[in-house]
C-alpha cells in the first residue's frame, strides 16, 4: 500500500468547513482512498473512499486530484463532535486481505 | 443493538496471566478483525478471519491465539501476558468484498501490572 502524509494536527471554527489534506504521490493505478477517523478512546469509524473520481456522502466529500496525488477530506459545517484523529488510508481493495495499515493521522480541534 | 460488541471494555491483570477477549458482530460480516493500539496511539493489524479461516498474521506472538467459532465472532485469547501487551484491542468486521468499510467495536483496554 502506498505511503501517506498528513499534517499532525489541524484546528478549524465550528461550522466553518473543515478540508484536510492527504498526500500519496506513490499511488498506483488501483489504489483507492479511503478516510477514517477515530474520535476519542471510541473505535475508528469509516468516513468516505474514492478512486479518481470526487465522492460525497451524508459525512463528508472527498476531492481527489487528476493526477491522483493528493486528496482532501472536507467536512462541510464542521461541529464539535468531529473532533477526533482523521487517517488518510491508500490500499488496494483485496479480497479477504483487507487490512488497514493507519498512519498517524491529522488530529482535528473544532474550536467553538 | 451494538454492530460490533467486545468483552470486558476494561481488563487489568497481573503479569504471566491468560486472558481472553471477546467480540461479536451482528452485521452478517464474514470477515472479522483484531487490531492492536498501542500507548503511542499507533494502531496496527493483528489477524483477520475469514469465513472462520485465518487470512493475516501479522507477525504477532504466539502467545496470541484468536478463535473464530462461527462468523460473527472473533476471540483473542493472549497466554503469559507481559507488560509490552498493554494497549487498546479492536474487533471489526467487513463484508469481503472490494471496498466495503470496516466496522470497529469500542474496544478492550488491556492493563497488564
Known amino acids: 500500500d502506498a505511503k501517506t502524509t498528513q499534517p499532525p494536527s489541524m484546528d478549524c471554527a465550528e461550522g466553518r468547513a473543515a478540508n484536510l489534506p492527504c498526500n500519496h504521490s506513490?499511488?498506483?493505478?488501483?489504489?483507492?482512498v479511503y478516510w477514517y477517523r477515530q474520535i476519542h478512546s471510541q473505535g475508528p469509524q469509516y468516513i468516505i473512499h474514492?478512486?479518481?473520481n470526487n465522492e460525497t456522502n451524508e459525512m463528508a466529500s472527498l476531492i481527489i486530484t487528476e493526477d491522483r496525488k493528493s486528496s482532501t477530506l472536507i467536512l462541510p459545517h464542521a461541529t464539535l463532535r468531529d473532533t477526533a484523529v482523521y487517517y488518510c488510508i491508500v490500499r488496494v481493495p483485496n479480497f479477504g486481505n483487507e487490512k488497514l495499515t493507519f498512519g498517524t493521522g491529522t488530529r482535528l480541534t473544532i474550536i467553538p | 443493538d451494538t454492530a460490533v460488541s467486545q468483552t470486558p471494555k476494561y481488563l487489568v491483570t497481573q503479569m504471566g496471566n491468560d486472558k481472553s477477549i471477546k467480540c461479536e458482530q451482528n452485521?452478517?460480516?464474514?470477515?472479522m478483525y483484531w487490531y492492536k493500539q498501542d500507548s503511542k496511539k499507533f494502531l496496527k493489524i493483528m489477524f483477520s478471519?475469514?469465513?472462520?479461516?485465518?487470512?493475516i498474521n501479522e507477525t504477532v506472538p504466539n502467545r496470541f491465539s484468536p478463535k473464530s467459532p462461527d462468523k460473527a465472532h472473533l476471540n483473542l485469547h493472549i497466554n503469559s501476558l507481559e507488560l509490552g501487551d498493554s494497549a487498546v484491542y479492536f474487533c471489526?468486521?467487513?463484508?469481503?468484498?472490494?471496498?466495503?468499510?470496516?466496522?470497529f467495536g469500542p474496544g478492550t483496554r488491556l492493563t497488564v501490572l
Open positions: 471489526a468486521s467487513s463484508q469481503a468484498g472490494a471496498y466495503n468499510e470496516q466496522f
Open positions: 506513490t499511488i498506483s493505478g488501483n489504489e483507492y
Open positions: 452485521l452478517g460480516h464474514d470477515t
Open positions: 474514492g478512486l479518481k
Open positions: 478471519y475469514n469465513n472462520k479461516e485465518l487470512i
